[in-house]
């Protein structure tokens, strides 16, 4: 194998011109005549059984070339991408220019692992917010939870907001029921606006017992058969419940906790609050920080590392939103989103994650950091342990040089965290007036892979068969 040529553009695309000598190619076209010939009919001899001449006779000197490229293209590849460090993040796109008996050349084209260059990376300025909990905030978490807490009692009195009523219901058009207006012992909280605006609020001041008709008209957005029309309900309420909410005492404490006492729990929730502002706020710092790591590199990024980091982005929000119970259509609905859009945002998430991560391996190179084998194995351990998978099989499904690569950005995003500085007060922006140009504000940042991340599957990129071009 001679490697004649490598050329690198500025988009990290890797043009390799490779060449074969008569030698290597021969013995390339032994192999693919001992595993071909015997698919080859000769006349006068069984499968198999024809000498190379022979065959090469009836079917030309050629015969075995495309297999003999295919047969031996890969390993001079993989040859030449390793003496000379390359890294393909796809597989190579293969080009064969030349075969014949001298043997045979060809290109190989392929997008490589970039290099990022970094700006200023030290001593930075980022807006760290501010941590503290007001004994408002520690109400408000009592409320929640005594909320939770409520149950549902019958009582004696007309309905208020947030009752919950217990009815029949049926709806006309013009005198006339229609399709899907009724239902029998539906229980409805009063003010939640699961129904028709106006609904809910005609059924405060009724008991049960008592009947009424409740008038309403359609939103424009309703369904089209009824959107825009009026409508007479004949309503039946049954029953009327009200949340009653413990009383807020140390019973209500030992009942929703582990602690004893109003004033125990009271100071739990108010480290708890403490513990998650002050995570949200390392957060934002954080954020900012890596937005001015972003906005100061410089690399060009493959595209087929955006897409893959953007289809991993995408499975990764399907699967979230599956866990909590919704579809992606209606998540679309929800925010008013189109699927292009959802992925076009995607797209821009997954291009500023690889930058980042690009960022911080060039910071960490430029830093001389360094990830020991002990603690390369001692995240391994994490991992699998995270994850409830052998050791063996963790390290099996993570290549070393994919963790390591982890753990380094990580090293490097802590070293410009730990030389920032934190400005208790947020930066100035000034609304831009005619004439001006103002850049709109940064998305927030994906920070470097985090330290529990999913375990990956290994790739590697491997060229394509290419289509072979033969010369007699």
């Keep these: 194998m001679n490697l004649k040529s490598l050329e690198r553009d500025d988009k990290n695309l890797v043009t390799l011109t490779i060449e074969m000598d008569a030698v290597e190619f021969e013995e390339a076209v032994a192999r693919a005549c001992k595993r071909d010939a015997g698919r080859l009919n000769v006349p006068g001899f069984r499968r198999g059984k024809a000498p190379r001449k022979m065959i090469e006779t009836v079917y030309g000197a050629s015969v075995f070339y495309e297999s003999a490229v295919n047969l031996s293209y890969p390993e001079a590849y993989d040859k030449a991408i390793e003496e000379n460090g390359l890294e393909p993040v796809e597989e190579a796109d293969i080009e064969v220019t030349s075969v014949g008996p001298e043997g045979y050349a060809f290109i190989a084209r392929v997008h490589v692992y970039p290099e990022a260059e970094v700006g200023a990376y030290k001593g930075l300025h980022a807006f760290k917010p501010p941590v503290s909990v007001e004994e408002a905030d520690v109400d408000a978490e009592l409320s929640r939870l005594r909320d939770r807490n409520a149950r549902l009692v019958t009582v004696q009195r007309p309905a208020q907001n947030d009752d919950t009523v217990t009815i029949d219901f049926e709806g006309y058009i013009d005198d006339i029921p229609f399709e899907g207006g009724k239902g029998d012992n539906y229980p409805l ?20 017992g008592e009947e009424c008709k409740v008038a309403v008209t359609f939103p424009e957005e309703y369904a089209p058969e009824l959107a825009g029309r009026n409508a007479v309900f004949a309503v039946k309420i049954h029953e009327v419940k009200e949340n009653e909410k413990p009383a807020l005492d140390d019973e209500f404490a030992k009942d929703v906790s582990e602690f004893d006492t109003l004033i125990e729990l009271r100071d739990s929730i108010r480290e708890r609050l403490k513990k998650q502002r002050a995570e949200s706020a390392d957060e934002a710092f954080e954020d900012a920080l890596n937005d001015q790591i972003i906005a100061g590199t410089q690399v060009e990024v493959p595209e087929t590392m955006v897409h893959e980091q953007e289809s991993s ?151 394509r068969k290419p289509a072979t071009k033969t010369e007699e």
């Excluded at 003010?191 to 049960?208: D, N």
């Excluded at 830093?367 to 409830?388: I, M, N, P, R, T």
């Excluded at 499904?397 to 410009?416: F, G, K, M």
């Excluded at 007036?433 to 103002?438: I, N, Q, S, Y």
Aim: hydrophobic content about 40%.
């Design 189 to 208: 909280v009063l003010g939640s606006g699961r129904f028709i605006p106006g609904f809910e609020e005609q059924l405060v001041g009724h008991a049960a």
């Design 313 to 463: 982005l995408l499975q990764n929000m399907v699967s979230n939103l599956s866990a909590r119970g919704l579809e992606l259509a209606s998540y679309l609905q929800i925010t008013g989103q189109t699927a292009d859009e959802f992925r076009a945002s995607a797209h821009e998430r997954a291009h500023k994650l690889l930058t980042a991560q690009l960022a911080f391996e060039k910071i960490a190179a430029l830093e001389g950091l360094e990830v020991s084998d002990e603690a390369l194995e001692a995240e391994y351990a994490k991992v699998a342990e995270q994850y409830q998978k052998p050791l063996e099989q963790v390290k099996a499904a993570i290549p070393a040089r994919s963790l390591r690569r982890d753990l380094l950005r990580l090293q490097a995003s802590e070293l410009v965290k730990s030389s920032a500085f934190a400005d208790d007060k947020p930066p100035v922006t000034f609304e831009a007036k005619t004439g001006d140009t103002a850049e709109p504000a940064a998305a927030p940042t994906p920070k470097p892979a985090a330290k529990k991340a999913a375990a990956p599957k290994p790739k590697t990129a491997k060229p």
